[in-house]
């Protein structure tokens, strides 16, 4: 029977038999070109960055090519472009090109003695309110553990442990539990307004939300959560006082703002706890429902690494 070339072959099999030839004639020197090509926009630039001459650069770059049996760049005046299914293959291969980073300092931290790099993703409160202050301590405790924490959104926390980029993540709780992990609460929360200490009305005991209309409001971005908070506040008031023009997440600069004018901001607790501790921030008597969410821990039901039991366990009894 005659056997199919590679152009006939189903999906699947076309598929198969190109990972089988990538995998016995790629070089990741060739990849790690390719995507700085496409950064760059120019064969000779990347060429330079690698150590190599830009006709070997351009060599490897045809047989990669050649290989895939499709243009990876479009060429002109100027230099190079990446075509549509090189842009399609980028994400891919930096992602590919990060995990082996990731390897080699794993690798070279084991040979320095230590025995395990953990990836610990967190929301903003989780760092504020409970993981700033008791990483330290674990740490000392375990001096040959390495901890790389990463600050995120809720969703891209929960993705990047669902891709297994994160080990284990400190967010809010599921609205709905998440197939193959576990949830541990750490540490409840509260919704809160905040001023610096030069406003007026932080020495009241007693505040009504007609005494804050006339105030100027920073809320979070995109947190449905404050917005709902906000407009409850003012349900019986007649309007909704001024939004600041500022919008952002970023603590310094919430503060700095904060200190520069009379406005006031409505935050979960846990986000500002820091700063109302040292006395940069005051919390306004003003009394919210209990409606946010406890910060916790969710990791995986089988970890893979030993040292997330060490952490979960540690973390879970401090915060007893």
Not at 36 to 41: E, F, N, Q, T, V
Not at 74 to 92: F, K, N, S, Y
Not at 257 to 263: D, G, H, I, V
Request: charged letters at 15%.
């Amino acid at each position: 029977m005659q056997s199919m070339t590679t152009s006939h072959l189903p999906s699947s099999g076309r598929s198969s038999a190109l990972l089988n030839r990538l995998l016995a004639r790629t070089r990741l020197r060739q990849l790690q070109l390719l995507v700085l090509i496409a950064d760059l926009g120019s064969i000779q630039r990347a060429a330079e960055v690698v150590g190599q001459t830009q006709s070997s650069a351009t060599k490897a770059l045809s047989e990669l090519e050649r290989m895939v049996g499709l243009p990876l760049f479009e060429r002109h005046a100027r230099g190079v472009r990446p075509t549509l299914i090189c842009r399609d293959l980028l994400p891919l291969l930096r992602n590919m090109l990060g995990s082996l980073n990731g390897c080699a300092e794993m690798l070279a931290a084991a040979a320095e003695g230590v025995q395990g790099i953990l990836s610990v993703g967190a929301i903003t409160g989780a760092l504020s309110g409970f993981l700033g202050r008791e990483l330290p301590p674990f740490l000392q405790q375990h001096p040959q553990l390495r901890v790389e924490v990463v600050e995120d959104s809720h969703h891209a926390l929960l993705a990047g442990l669902a891709a297994r980029t994160l080990d284990m993540v400190l967010v809010r709780a599921p609205a709905a539990a998440i197939s193959g992990t576990r949830f541990v609460p750490l540490l409840q929360d509260e919704v809160v307004v905040v001023a610096a200490p030069t406003h007026p009305l932080h020495r009241k005991r007693n505040l009504h939300a007609s005494q804050l209309l006339e105030q100027q409001w920073v809320l979070a971005p995109l947190s449905t959560q404050m917005h709902e908070a906000f407009e409850r506040l003012f349900e019986s008031c007649e309007h909704l006082p001024e939004r600041s023009p500022l919008i952002t997440r970023s603590l310094p600069m919430l503060l700095e703002y904060l200190r520069a004018t009379y406005a006031v901001a409505l935050t979960p607790l846990s986000v500002v706890q820091p700063f109302v501790q040292a006395g940069w921030l005051k919390v306004l008597a003003l009394q919210f429902p209990r409606t946010l969410a406890a910060i916790g821990l969710l990791l995986p039901e089988t970890p893979e690494k030993h040292g997330v039991d060490m952490l979960a366990e540690f973390l879970m009894h401090r915060s007893q």
